[in-house]
């Protein structure tokens, strides 16, 4: 071989070696530098009684696989999909803390965090914790006997000197009728903390008088189902003469046979939390919050132009310039966040703010995890909204983010995953005769605000609304959800519902050109909603 040949030879070598190299460096390049798809564990745990007074959990790998549209590789394919093998390999583990229990995800063999990384998958909300009424309630747990009680029975009304109406409860006779002792102490008596934390909002309107249950107790809900009670007839609205018939006077419940010590006790700090849905499913998403204590603050002047309802309010610009303000504090360091509480407060003449917006955080960073509290005062129906309009504040720990005592003379409503029941609309369904959220939605855009306008209940949130709203497209399209998904089990009892296989949303576009921007849609106010 020449000298030439070998000059030749070995230039040959290096041109493939540089290609090569530069191959392994643009692969490596688009491999760390992709989306990670985020699966949140704590969404797909199933809580089970133990049978001796204690918990287990489960890790629900079918639904997951499911909704997350992950392949479900046969046996001849499970080499090819080591990532679903990982997940299937992981437990929950339920250990009790206190006088509540810690959940955190654990695997027999190997950490996955690499090979689930290395095949685009990050999991989020690994550890969290649940009160025990919370996580009883997780179980499906319930008393033998559940006592159901009217809200509107035990309402009492006042006629004041202009001749209009007040409102209060009869709480002594919820106590009675629950079976429970007018003096039981609410430090011990879960049934009896949450009825005396139950009162009613009475506002005059065109119609009427509209009154609706309110609470101090955030957990109110878990708590009235910890003690076997059930709360119905939580808002409706009486004629003047209605009104008349319920004038009566409330004798307040007897003091508690047991005080609380009047000596500060020192608190225990709350521990690191990670994000997990402690926002109770079933809190009054028609009724408000009503806390009693307040610490003033230097404000603006209160707008007169603040509303009043978020019935009929496109929340998307608002909620943008919240999370626009929550980047811009956190910057580059921001690991994850997760939309834990979300409240509306709307104040009375005496507040200084006509309406108060809030988000509380679960925000993960390369440092640590904290709670981090975002406010909008003075909320109009009309106004653009930016990050300087948003006040951010770090709290210590999940109970005082979750607090709402810095709201004085504010009805404080509790909003479940982007939305709250509406009486304007409390008696439509958010579904249509062929069972659809959005008909149009294969053939016309769907704006944000009509998205906003769905009407929703206790049990079908907007969160999960959406979720119908996007996979609907995928259902007329022909695609084939797993045999034990919701959808599924919701869809085939259609007859338009025709599965052919799989269609992914490009598949689907082709056919229907509006569903490509629609799902975009839906799942930047799915994001907005539960990350912010």
């Not at 992709?34 to 049978?51: A, F, H, K, N, P």
């Not at 918990?55 to 629900?60: G, L, Q």
């Not at 989020?124 to 809200?151: M, V």
Request: glycine share 8%.
């Amino acid at each position: 071989m020449t000298n030439a040949s070998i000059r030749r030879l070995i230039g040959g070598f290096g041109t493939a070696l540089v290609f090569l190299i530069c191959a392994v460096v643009i692969g490596a390049h688009f491999l760390t530098g992709r989306s990670l798809q985020r699966i949140d564990v704590s969404e797909y745990v199933t809580v089970q009684s133990d049978g001796a007074g204690g918990y287990t959990a489960s890790f629900d790998i079918d639904r997951l696989i499911t909704k997350e549209r992950l392949h479900n590789p046969t046996e001849t394919e499970k080499a090819e999909y080591p990532e679903i093998a990982a997940l299937k390999g992981l437990a929950i583990r339920v250990t009790p803390r206190g006088d509540g229990y810690e959940l955190e995800t654990v695997t027999s063999g190997e950490d996955p965090t690499a090979l689930l990384k290395q095949h685009g998958i990050r999991l989020i909300n690994t550890k969290w914790s649940l009160s025990g009424a919370e996580i009883a309630a997780a179980a499906g747990q319930r008393p033998a006997q559940e006592t159901s009680l009217a809200f509107a029975d035990y309402v009492r009304t006042n006629r004041t000197d202009s001749g209009d109406f007040t409102a209060a409860v009869d709480i002594r006779s919820m106590l009675r009728d629950a079976g429970i002792e007018a003096d039981a102490d609410p430090e011990t008596n879960v049934g009896a903390r949450a009825l005396r934390s139950l009162d009613v909002a009475c506002s005059k309107t065109d119609d009427g008088y509209r009154l609706q249950t309110t609470s101090t107790l955030p957990t109110v809900m878990e708590d009235l189902a910890a003690a076997g009670i059930k709360i119905t007839n939580t808002q409706w609205t009486w004629t003047a003469a209605e009104m008349e018939k319920h004038i009566g006077t409330v004798t307040p419940p007897d003091a508690p046979k047991t005080l609380v010590p009047e000596t500060p006790v020192p608190a225990t700090p709350d521990a690191p939390e990670s994000a997990a849905p402690t926002t109770p499913s079933g809190t009054f998403n028609d009724t408000p919050d009503k806390t009693p204590e307040a610490a003033a603050t230097a404000v603006p002047a209160r707008n007169p132009n603040a509303i009043t309802t978020l019935y009929g309010f496109d929340q998307t610009e608002l909620r943008k310039a919240i999370r626009a303000a929550k980047e811009q504090k956190y910057g580059s360091s921001i690991e994850s966040s997760e939309v834990k509480y979300n409240y509306f407060a709307v104040g009375g003449d005496s507040a200084q703010y006509g309406n108060v917006f809030r988000l509380v955080y679960v925000i993960t960073t390369s440092t640590g995890t904290e709670y981090l509290v975002a406010d909008v005062y003075d909320v109009e129906l009309e106004t653009g909204y930016q990050a300087s309009d948003v006040k951010l504040t770090v709290k210590e720990g999940r109970t005082a983010a979750r607090s709402t005592d810095d709201l004085k003379d504010y009805t404080v409503y509790t909003l479940n995953e982007g939305s709250m029941v509406f009486a304007e609309n409390k008696d439509k369904s958010p579904f249509d005769k062929d069972g659809l959220v959005k008909a149009k939605s294969i053939s016309e855009a769907l704006t944000y605000d009509e998205l906003w306008d769905i009407p929703t209940t206790d049990d079908m949130t907007l969160l999960r609304l959406l979720g119908y709203a996007r996979n609907e497209m995928f259902a007329r399209g022909g695609h084939k959800f797993g045999d034990s998904s919701t959808y599924t089990k919701y869809y085939k009892q259609f007859s338009w519902y025709k599965p052919t296989g799989k269609v992914t949303a490009d598949q689907l576009a082709e056919k229907y050109p509006a569903t490509k921007k629609n799902i975009t849609t839906i799942k930047f106010l799915e994001n907005l909603i539960k990350e912010g």
